[in-house]
C-alpha cells in the first residue's frame, strides 16, 4: 500500500517532532515494531524508542495491543489523506501503472522498508484477532474502492474494456499483498512487473481485447 510518491513508505508518515503524547507512543511502536516484529515486542521495547517515561505510556495505553491498534487506525487515516490517483497523471492506464510501480519493483531491486515490515505484522494479527481484521476490512476496503474508481473511469473513457471493477480491484490488491508479504518474509529478488503489464494489456485495455 503506497500513501506518497516517496520510495520509503514511512518517510512522511510521522511529523518530526510531535507535541502529541498519543502520536509519539504511536510513532515509537512503529519503530519497535519494525525491529522486533510482533512476538517480541514489549511495552519496554516501545520505550526504548519513545523520548519520555515507561509511565507516560501506561498512562494511555493497558498492553501493547491497544497501542498497536492505534497504530493501524492510524495507518488507515494515513491511506485516507493519500492522494490515489495519482496527481499530475490524467490517463487511467497510467494511474495504474504507476500506482503500481510504487508496490512491484522489478529487475531485482530490493527494500527495507519498516512500513512493509509494519504492516506485515499488523495483518498477521488478522487472521487471529477480530480488532485487527476490523482495520485490515476497512485498508483493503478503501483501497478497492480507489482503484475500482479508476477502472471505472478507464471503462467510461474507452481505455478499459468492460470488466468488473471490483474485481479487477481485488486482484490486483492479491498481487500486491503477495509481492509485499514476498518480500518481507523471503528477501528474495523478484521479476514479475512484467508479467501485470501483460495481464493489463491482454485482460484490461480495450484495444487489446478487440484485437
Do not use: W
Not at 505484522?121 to 476496503?141: I, S, V
Amino acid at each position: 500500500m503506497v500513501p506518497d510518491e516517496s520510495s520509503n513508505l514511512a518517510s512522511n508518515l510521522f511529523p518530526e517532532e510531535s507535541e502529541d503524547t498519543q502520536t509519539a507512543i504511536i510513532k515509537a511502536t512503529f519503530e519497535a515494531l519494525a525491529k522486533h516484529g510482533y512476538a517480541d515486542l514489549t511495552i519496554k521495547n516501545i520505550n526504548k524508542e519513545f523520548a519520555k517515561s515507561e509511565g507516560l505510556i501506561f498512562h494511555h495505553y493497558n498492553n501493547k495491543d491497544d497501542i498497536l491498534l492505534d497504530l493501524f487506525e492510524y495507518l488507515l487515516k494515513y491511506f485516507k489523506k493519500s492522494e490515489f490517483p495519482i496527481k499530475g497523471v490524467s490517463d487511467p492506464e497510467d494511474k495504474i501503472k504507476v500506482f503500481l510501480d510504487r508496490i512491484i519493483i522489478d529487475k531485482g531491486v530490493m527494500t527495507n522498508d519498516d512500513f512493509e515490515k509494519v504492516f506485515i505484522e499488523l495483518r498477521t494479527q488478522a487472521a487471529q484477532d477480530e480488532e485487527y481484521r476490523f482495520y485490515l476490512k476497512k485498508t483493503q476496503n478503501h483501497l478497492q474502492s480507489q482503484i475500482s474508481d479508476v477502472i471505472r473511469e478507464g471503462i467510461d473513457t474507452g481505455t478499459f474494456r468492460e470488466v468488473n471493477p471490483e474485481q479487477v480491484a481485488d486482484f490486483l490488491i492479491c498481487i500486491m499483498d503477495g509481492v509485499m508479504f514476498d518480500r518481507v518474509t523471503t528477501r528474495k529478488e523478484q521479476f514479475i512487473r512484467d508479467e501485470i503489464d501483460n495481464y493489463i494489456e491482454c485482460h484490461l485495455l480495450a484495444e487489446r481485447s478487440s484485437q
